[in-house]
């Protein structure tokens, strides 16, 4: 879907690129005006000047950022619908006569909603963030190796327990949606068996049937929220280190007269784009794994035809 | 008489498929109706059976004018077997109370006990999603197994042997004729050469009756 869409996914990159320049741009001009104000002395009009010509650039870059991930990733859903579509009209009959419409209404409804809102919501986010992590990153490491290295160690540490948390989120979810597919499955299984189910007077034994999927569903989902919630509120507090040890490394510096106030300014402003994309990375990786296993179970049923090409 | 049909007539979508049908069925008579594909034999058995309302006229089954109380004196077995994602016994019993005595009696008259027998879970064998595990053969005795457990007075067949092949069909009229011994029997086909076993055969064409 990217290979289709490569020319403004390219451009999105770059348009994200630009921002996270601007931002740092932003941050280095600030930090000369606590610095100037620290010192008891009022920033010259030129200073002030370039920082609110930097505001409108920054605006303008989002601007377009959001405008052309968003138009970019509407057209790969529309792709991905159409695939989807074009798989289900060149099927021969008889392996239509075989389909399960529960089970397809089930992959509308899961699979291919789900990969839309992840498209939407995070796949470029999580391109933005890579650029913002990487770029603050490597600017911060310029500026005080000491205090980028005391104060990421403690997140480098966590993302260890991200992947791991993240791996049994994925497994939970996969649970949870075939146990949802079942259960559609069953809905429509019922539809087929009516007459069956008024001759016979089958009524309680279908919904003893349909009853217990439901609880099969039921408890697959109980559990993957149940296990998201303990991962998520631990990864929480861990993500409460980084900050502290910015604060108690970095506040011992400034009172040392190894970094100025502006300077520390910078590293906590920018602390959401390094630890921050670390401590936010459950969340990213929870969705990207959910993304991966809807587009494992959809991708026998999308059209590709093409190199790389969706149809 | 086990079923009267009077002045039957039946239409859907605009399309008159049903028109003025008159029947009468003895008790423990054995009656086919040959016709075409979507000639409106399936439409006269959902009819007779309950499943369907009667638009106009009135059909009579085993004393019950109404659909409900008529649905439960017919079994019937289609060409499709529609088995329920459940066991064997499940099937069979539709979740009814029936002892163990009469469904191994129905295994029996549907041919299906040598089979059953071969399986490591037998009865409590499951059938799979939409009887995926079982073969055509095989699920259609299951159908008629579930029919004879019923114990139902009218036993009617809607081309229960048409999507099997000549070797499976074989086992499966076996299976027939232990569901429709001593029973009043209502069969449509579209091959005549099905009904020969019947007292009397007739021919539905347009929409009507004919004697054949």
């Known amino acids: 879907m990217l290979y289709k869409r490569k020319f403004l996914s390219v451009i999105t990159i770059c348009a994200s690129g630009l921002t996270a320049a601007v931002t740092l741009w932003w941050n280095t001009q600030l930090s000369d005006i606590i610095n100037t104000v620290s010192v008891g002395v009022s920033p010259p009009k030129e200073m002030v000047f370039w920082a609110l010509v930097t505001m409108l650039v920054m605006g303008a870059t989002n601007y377009i950022k959001s405008y052309i991930s968003g138009y970019t990733c509407e057209g790969m859903t529309h792709d ?116 069956i189910i008024r001759l016979y007077d089958a009524a309680r034994i279908t919904l003893d049937g349909y009853t217990s999927s439901v609880k099969v569903w039921e408890n697959q989902t109980v559990r993957l929220e149940r296990t998201k919630a303990w991962l998520m509120s631990l990864s929480g507090v861990l993500s409460s280190i980084p900050l502290l040890f910015l604060f108690f490394v970095g506040g011992h510096m400034v009172i040392n007269g190894v970094l100025t106030v502006g300077t520390l300014y910078i590293f906590l402003n920018l602390s959401g784009n390094v630890s921050g994309v670390l401590m936010n990375m459950p969340g990213h990786i929870a969705a990207f794994r959910q993304f991966s296993v809807n587009m494992k179970r959809l991708s026998p049923h999308v059209l590709i035809i093409g190199k790389g090409e969706l149809q | 008489m086990s079923i009267i049909i009077e002045d039957l007539s039946f239409s859907y979508a605009g399309k008159q498929v049903l028109d003025n049908i008159h029947l009468s069925v003895q008790t423990g008579e054995s009656v086919g109706i040959v016709g075409i594909s979507g000639g409106g034999k399936s439409t006269l058995l959902k009819l007779v059976s309950g499943l369907y309302d009667v638009q106009q006229g009135r059909i009579l089954v085993m004393g019950a004018w109404d659909s409900a109380d008529r649905r439960k004196n017919v079994a019937m077995v289609m060409q499709s077997a529609g088995l329920f994602p459940a066991s064997i016994r499940d099937n069979i019993t539709c979740g009814h109370d029936i002892n163990e005595n009469d469904i191994r009696r129905a295994c029996d008259a549907a041919q299906l006990t040598e089979w059953v027998g071969t399986l490591p879970d037998g009865l409590d064998t499951f059938v799979g999603e939409r009887g995926g595990k079982v073969s055509g053969g095989q699920a259609q005795r299951i159908a008629i197994a579930r029919a004879i457990a019923k114990n139902a007075y009218v036993v009617l067949l809607d081309e229960p042997t048409s999507a099997l092949d000549n070797d499976t069909s074989a086992a499966v009229i076996a299976a027939l004729e232990g569901l429709t011994k001593g029973k009043t029997v209502l069969h449509v086909s579209h091959r005549p050469e099905i009904l020969t076993g019947c007292d009397r055969i007739f021919r539905l064409e347009g929409g009507r009756l004919y004697a054949w």
Do not use: C
């Open chain 1, 80 to 195: 991905l619908r159409m695939g989807y579509a074009r798989h289900l009209t060149s099927l021969p009959i008889t392996e239509v006569e075989e389909l399960n419409a529960g089970e397809q209404l089930s992959k509308l409804q899961n699979e291919i909603s789900g990969v839309s809102g992840y498209l939407n919501a995070n796949l470029f986010q999580l391109f933005d963030d890579g650029i913002r992590f990487l770029s603050t990153f490597i600017w911060l490491l310029f500026i005080s190796p000491t205090l980028t290295l005391t104060s990421n160690l403690p997140a480098f540490i966590i993302v260890v327990y991200v992947f791991w948390s993240s791996k049994i989120i994925g497994s939970a979810t996969e649970r949870s949606q075939t146990a949802k597919g079942q259960m559609n499955q069953y809905a429509d299984m019922l539809l087929t068996l009516f007459p």
